[in-house]
């Protein structure tokens, strides 16, 4: 394991922090940043009593990301894991509370407030979104379940699409190593009160490992129109596709074995994924102080996997459909309220067979969402810019299952229900100044897919899923106190937070099934973001994160929880030397984590090592053109993010993409 520079480089993150801090230089201004994470209506980001941060769209091209896995990484700061072995990171996955390998289903990922996480454990469609089609990114860390329900456990990452007002067309190339061609464009004209926006995206790569290769494309059609005033109307029809070969994890600890070769049980084998749907809103202001909004999709997807070591093909065909109307009430001096319903609906079937074309309906389930919220802002005029907020959300599903994989019929049906709540102070005491401490309990329901433990002994030997139940929602209370801070030419944000979670629910690999954990687990860190014009064309930016994920009861007391690290640094800088020339460079650090095991073994296993990871960036513009030349990973480390251990295959990890290069081109009509 290569750890060239680490200590260097640790230094000059901390540095950073530091000159960023101390700057008396505002990157982003917080009393004109407008959002809509806090209530799912626009306010202002001091009004939101938790830790919001914004990636605008000019950090994004300014940057050396090419999809919005880098961007989270690199600009978000925040813990991304990667598995594919390719540059296009389709199958990344994005920790926001140090929940590990449930990262997937405790990370609630929103386009313009609308979910986008599947109804299973699979990885988030990333490709769905042509990057240039996204105006700005608001990760809001912490629960956020009475806002958005199921699954904003950790935190919540929502990016918006909608566009501006002025019109932009521009299209854009990237090639880099290992043959990697990335292809965007948007085109967005305005029509007197109508807006169109077409957005097209195709990538594909060879991959550094081998059967690693993989190829994605993605359209959008987004029509708005306006009503005058607040009032509007869109639809917005998407479609995307995915083919990616597997490698599968090396055998050995993390910086061990042949990194390049798939494993031969995986030679040949594919995953193929196809989404379509669309979305629509309309938002409508009654009075001057009442405004109604509503917003819906449907959306239908396949995904096709093929291991031709294992006489099994599988398909998992399923569909969602979600509508969310809501009212906002506002009451001037005595603030606002929100009051809203939510429903989803969606099924999934599991099929196998010898050939695509012989595979049979082997499980399937269905679940009803539905779930009534209240939020609520409170001016307390005993001090000036003193806010209580608070809000509560019920939530009730129906699942029902049938598996007919042991040959005789098993179905199952189960009601749960599960209440969120949240109770805060927020104090605005100067301009661009607040505090806030709050309380916040959200929620999670199973996957589909969790309903479903494996035998290995199955199928001579291929296993096969079997049943476990249908488990109960996880529950977590978190405490935090945090703050947002500009001064002159500066941004501070911080947070100190600690969350206790009950039956949390997650995959035991001792017995192969997914599980209630018995017991509490807390969470328990302290982070930080902060960016600085510390110089007329000069900008830096760091952050950070200190966590500690412990088993807190039971045998396995004390112990880290898997795939959780400790320690997170991030650091950027950009300089722009004149109209045409501009660089920059981010820098992050990961600290060590637990391999994904069975928690009563982790003690005395190793430990992935910590790693870092540095990109630079060149960029040149003249006329309409826009040219980027990005190094990624410039230390040639080999380092991972993720693996695990079980008893059959002892440890096993995922290694990341070496040093790469790309360039790209972007012109603006």
């Known amino acids: ?223 708005t129109q306006s009503l005058g005033g607040i009032d509007q109307v869109y639809a917005d029809v998407f479609f995307n596709h995915s083919n990616s070969q597997t ?21 040949g084998s594919t995953t193929t994924t196809d989404q379509s749907g669309i979305r629509a809103g ?32 599988y398909l998992y065909p399923n569909w969602q459909l979600a509508a969310s109307p809501k009212v906002k009430a506002n009451f001037g001096e ?66 029902s299952t049938s598996d007919l994989s042991s040959g005789s019929a098993i179905s199952a049906s189960q009601k749960y229900s ?12 100067q301009s661009g100044r607040k505090i806030f401490i709050k309380w916040n309990q959200s929620y999670r329901f199973p996957n589909t897919d969790e309903f479903w433990g494996y035998d290995p002994s199955a199928n001579s030997g291929y296993g096969a899923p079997v049943f476990n139940g249908i488990l109960k929602p996880q529950i977590s209370q978190t405490y935090s106190f945090g703050g947002d801070w500009s001064m002159h030419q500066s941004h501070v944000s911080a947070l100190l937070f600690q969350s206790i979670t009950q039956n949390e629910i997650r995959y035991d690999p001792s ?6 954990t018995i017991g509490n687990i807390n969470r328990t860190g302290f982070l930080f973001d902060s960016s600085s014009n510390v110089a007329r064309n000069l900008t830096l930016a760091a952050g950070g994160k200190i966590q500690r994920s412990t088993f807190a009861t039971g045998s396995a007391a004390g112990v880290g929880v898997g795939l959780s690290p400790n320690l997170l640094l991030n650091a950027r800088a950009q300089y722009v030397f004149n109209s045409a020339w501009s660089a920059g460079a981010v820098i992050n650090y990961v600290g060590n984590q637990n391999y994904d095991a069975d928690p009563n073994m982790m003690n005395s296993l190793a430990k992935i090592p910590s790693y870092v990871a540095a990109d630079i960036y060149a960029s040149y513009k003249v006329g309409s053109w826009d040219t980027k030349l990005m190094i ?17 295959k ?9 040093t790469t290069y790309f360039v790209s081109a972007r012109y603006n009509f």
């Open 1 to 223: 394991m290569k750890q060239q520079f680490s200590s260097r480089i640790i230094g000059a993150l901390l540095c950073g922090a530091a000159i960023t801090l101390s700057s008396t230089a505002i990157a982003q201004n917080s009393q004109s940043t407008v959002i809509v994470s806090g209530s799912r209506f626009e306010q202002n980001l001091n009004e939101v009593p938790a830790n919001v941060k914004v990636i605008t769209r000019d950090e994004i091209a300014n940057s050396s990301s090419n999809n919005i896995p880098e961007v989270l990484s690199q600009i978000g700061g925040l813990s991304v894991k990667y598995s594919s072995g390719n540059s296009l990171n389709l199958d990344a996955s994005v920790d926001m509370g140090g929940y590990g390998a449930s990262a997937n289903s405790t990370t609630l990922i929103l386009v313009d407030g609308q979910r986008l996480n599947p109804i299973d454990s699979g990885t988030i469609n990333w490709e769905s979104i042509p990057i240039d089609s996204i105006e700005r990114i608001e990760v809001l860390q912490g629960g956020a379940s009475v806002q958005y329900g199921n699954g904003a456990v950790g935190g919540v990452i929502n990016i918006i699409t909608n566009g501006g007002a002025k019109n932009l067309n521009q299209a854009s190339v990237t090639y880099g190593s290992y043959n990697t061609v990335i292809n965007n464009a948007i085109l967005r004209n305005k029509f007197d009160d109508t807006t169109i926006q077409l957005t097209a995206n195709t990538s594909n790569t060879d991959g550094w490992r081998q059967n690693s290769a993989a190829n994605a494309y993605s359209f959008d059609a987004k029509v």
């Open 632 to 648: 990624k990973n410039i230390g040639g480390n080999s380092y991972a993010t993720t693996g695990g251990y079980d008893s059959v």
């Open 418 to 429: 599960a209440n969120a709540g949240d109770i805060a102070l927020n104090y605005n005491y």
């Open 334 to 399: 005595w603030g606002t309220t929100v009051a809203g319903y939510d429903f989803n609906q969606a099924a999934q079937s599991s099929s196998s067979g010898s050939t695509f074309s012989t595979t049979s309906l082997q499980q399937n389930v269905s679940v009803l969402n539905q779930s009534v919220y209240l939020i609520s802002r409170i001016p307390l005029r005993i001090v000036n810019g003193l806010e209580a907020s608070g809000g509560f959300r019920h939530q009730a599903q129906n699942a």
């Open 650 to 658: 002892g440890y096993y990890y995922y290694p990341t993409t070496p």
């Open 282 to 313: 309309f938002i409508k202001a009654i009075t001057d102080r009442l405004t109604f909004d509503i917003d819906g999709t449907y959306s239908n997807k396949n995904l096709n996997s093929n291991i031709p070591a294992y006489p099994y093909y």
């Open 247 to 267: 490698p599968g994890s090396v055998l050995g600890q993390a910086g061990t074995g042949n990194t390049r070769s798939a494993r031969s049980e995986f030679i």
């Open 511 to 516: 017995t192969y099934g997914n599980i209630n």
